[in-house]
């Protein structure tokens, strides 16, 4: 379907009060608010430009707080016109403060901020989706779609059938079963295309502009991406209106990373939080790593690969954003680090088992990255560190199979348990003399 350009125009109209323009990352160069993620002059990426002057003066902290719990509480900074919101509860997740896994790894003040339990598909891409889709219906799209590895089809799939939009998603064809079964539940046409990421992501720009569809992380990219300061804004929230120290966030596209930077430059900008340095260090698998590369490096522009890595989520190897990624790593004295996918399955189940959180592969990366970090000296134990946890270890189960315990299969006597336990409690005393060897 395409756009409805009676339906555009009004909502750009409103939308002026607080969303001014689409700018240029680049260039500068200011467009319409409308569906367009390129300059057209260089060519360069667009981002949504807002009038701060006027936030400052009709959006505070008790405002912020009477509002929905959700990311609809932070409406104003968000490119929507109306209140016509699409709000599935998303946003406002736990910012748990480690105990288990800080003693672990040596410090005192680390929060573990946990997208796994997102509303409604158990990921950070519900915020995006959300955000984009709100617009998407604004616009006057009525089908939309994605390129995706897998978490975001799970969010269009989901927000689209709960707002009774058309929808049809792209995947790899080698996706994890539950992130495949995560889409179809919701009855999308589903394509899956033999092929990594980048090359679903080609054909989807394709498909973009033969059949004018909105395409969350395409031609609504803009919007889409806004979606991802909340989880900037909700842990200064949930650190009582104060910025951390240091952060530690996931890597696909690197927008998420950025966005994240760009929410708490917004709070300040505002006034709600006091300014600070924040260092920002980013997390990849080894097998999909150009962004580490390229900080490693000390390059400003990305070299391209091709993903090898249990760490599907996160194996983008042409990231739209590396750049900006970098560049903010090396002004914020950060570090940008990858991981093995041994070590990424070592961190999903170190989490789990300090802390009781079931991460998926891009949280595994995330704290195995946190962990080599810690190790290297480049974490302060004084710090307040932020994790970035963005979605559900049940949607990537395969990836620990065979590196997990079994059950012990008894029969309904006493004695049959007591064997068992002992047996149990044997293992459990050969893995920690493992451990401390």
Sequence with gaps: MTQVSTAQAASTAQLASTAKALKCKECGAEYELKAQHVCELCFGPLE??????????????????????????????????????????????????????????????LYIKNDAV??????????????????????????????????????????????????????????????VLGSLIYSPTLMAVHGNYDQVNRLCSEVANTHGWGFVNINLRPYYSEGSKTLGYEVAEQLGWELPDHIVAPLASGSLFTKIYKGFKEFVEVGLVEDKK???????????????EAFREKRDFIKPVKPNTIAKSIAIGNPADGVYAVDIANKTNGNIESVTDAEIIEGIKLLAETEGIFTETAGGTTVAVLKKLVEAGKIDPDETTVV???????????????????????????????????????LDRLEWQQVLV
């Design 278 to 292: 924040v260092r920002f260090s980013g997390a990849q698998a080894e097998g999909c790593s150009p962004i580490a």
């Design 118 to 179: 997102n509303m409604p598909t158990l990921s950070f891409k519900d915020r995006v989706v959300s955000v984009a889709l709100s617009r998407a219906r604004e616009l006057g799209f009525t089908t939309v779609s994605c390129a995706s590895t897998g978490n975001l089809a799970n969010s269009t799939a989901a927000i689209a059938a709960h707002a009774g939009l058309d929808c049809c998603v792209f995947i790899p064809s080698d996706l994890e079963a539950g992130k």
């Design 48 to 109: 949504v430009k807002y009038d701060f002057s006027s936030l400052r003066f009709s959006v505070t902290r008790e405002s912020i707080q009477a509002g929905p719990n959700s990311i609809w509480r932070y409406r104003q900074f968000l490119p929507v016109a109306t209140d016509n919101y699409i709000d599935v509860g998303t946003g406002m997740t736990p910012l748990v403060r480690s105990q288990r896994l800080a003693r672990r790894l040596g410090l005192k003040k």
């Design 388 to 426: 970035y946890i963005t979605g559900n270890g049940l949607k990537t189960q395969e990836a620990v199979q065979g590196y997990i315990g079994e059950p012990f299969t008894i029969e309904a006597k006493l004695d049959s348990f007591e064997q068992a336990l002992e047996r149990s409690r044997t």
